[in-house]
């Protein structure tokens, strides 16, 4: 049997597991959801969590983390020491987490003590680009052409079919990053050898893209959904910077986008929320390019610019509370606010008075660390994307 044979059978038991796990009823202000993880989308969380009446408690190895300064209490720990893991477990009613380097099924055993209603299915496929792409496949969504790689030779065949430029990714590696690196001929192929010391790894096509889109959407245990409005965004090496909404696409565009966002979250029986992160070519045409198993950064803009933030309908819908319908307030850029830039930002608070600014209490500015983010709330889009080009801090 093929290795993708092997994987297509590992996601099919997977998903046949989730029907048989148990979903917590709804879980009452008061409760204490634990939070695994404490970076700034922790930190969200645990606000929003905060102003529906919940304590909170968080999961993290560095003392007074993001999260845990907004929080009731903080285990300090890794979230792969299970003394530690089911201490925490025992001490909430319900577990969330905040980032995807957690073993899945640590996650899947954590339930027999505790309510994890995100469970680990999501989990496993969207830290494995083999598990995600072969999910992707079997609901029929559109993603780049890709061959699965484990030596310089496999490199060299699957580039015959692909062609160059091709980008070779990681599967997943033992700090839970994933890397990649761009092939544009064959002369770049001999340098990839201590690339794929890595482990396995996928050589998948260039898509030519327009645009890039994500898209956020929370779905609970009795199937309501919060669909955001679909976002353009920006990355600056492989980090998210800017993201605007509405995305300026048609409406069309924006119609497909929504269908395949809900068509996946469907699929997987996704309780909590999950982001989409999309090519669009200028042909029209739409590749899926990764998943993500938590509240997305491209829809921090919704904390001002919706009737509702995703980091609220992330905890509704963890909690058993219905899901609201989101509508977007305002037009709306955020950029993100990266270790480099602080200096510069803060001039612009003297400045900007109808800036959003949010900052995610992190002690050490370094360089291209994630400090926080601001969103301004718009009626020319365009206006504003030059107006934050004129600081010089974003070019």
């Known amino acids: 049997m093929t290795v993708f044979k092997l994987t297509v059978k590992l996601i099919k038991k997977k998903m046949s597991e989730k029907v048989v796990r148990q979903l917590p009823n709804i879980i009452n202000p008061g409760k204490t959801i634990g939070i695994i993880g404490g970076d700034h989308l922790g930190r969200m969380m645990a606000l929003a969590a905060k102003q529906m009446g919940y304590r909170v408690g968080i999961l993290h190895p560095e003392k007074n983390c993001p999260a845990a300064q907004v929080a009731d209490w ?3 720990a890794t979230c792969d020491e299970q ?3 089911m201490d925490f477990a025992m001490k909430c ?5 905040e980032f995807e380097n957690i073993d899945a099924s640590k996650m899947e055993g954590l339930s027999k003590t505790v309510a994890v209603p995100q469970g680990g299915v999501l989990l496993a496929i969207a830290q494995d680009r083999i598990l995600e792409k072969a999910y992707l496949e079997m609901n029929k969504i559109n993603l780049a052409p890709y061959e699965m790689i484990l030596t310089l ?3 060299k065949i699957a580039a015959s079919s692909i062609g160059f430029p091709s980008v070779l990714k990681t599967v997943y590696d033992e700090n839970g990053e994933k890397g990649q690196r761009i092939l544009y001929g064959e002369e770049d192929i001999l340098k990839c050898e201590s690339f794929l010391k890595r482990g396995t790894c996928i050589l998948e096509a260039w898509i030519p893209f327009e645009r890039e889109l994500s898209i956020v959407i929370s779905r609970n245990a009795a199937g309501d959904m919060s669909v955001f409005p679909t976002a353009e965004i920006v990355h600056r090496d492989n980090l998210l910077e800017e993201a605007i909404v509405p995305a300026r696409v048609s409406k069309e565009v924006t119609q497909e986008v929504k269908r395949i966002s809900q ?3 469907e699929g997987l029986d996704l309780v909590g929320t999950l982001g989409i992160e999309l090519f669009l070519t200028s042909s029209g045409a739409l590749y899926v390019s990764e998943l993500v198993s938590h509240p997305h950064g491209s829809a921090n803009y919704s904390i001002d610019a919706c009737s509702t933030s995703q980091f609220e309908t992330h905890i509704r819908a963890i909690c058993g509370w219905p899901l609201p319908e989101i509508t977007l307030l305002s037009d709306a850029v955020s950029v993100t606010i ?3 830039q602080m200096k510069s930002v803060e001039w612009q608070i003297q400045l900007k008075p109808n800036w959003h600014f949010h900052y995610y209490g992190k002690n050490e500015a370094r360089v291209s660390r ?5 969103t301004i709330l718009t009626k020319d889009v365009d206006k504003t994307l030059e ?3 004129d600081t010089g801090i974003w070019i």
């Open 74 to 76: 903080q285990i300090v």
């Open 83 to 85: 003394e530690a893991l």
């Open 93 to 97: 009613d319900v577990v969330t987490y």
């Open 153 to 155: 030779e496999d490199i």
């Open 263 to 265: 068509t996946i979250a």
């Open 338 to 340: 990266f270790g480099e």
């Open 370 to 374: 994630i400090m926080g983010h601001i």
């Open 387 to 389: 107006n934050i080009h």
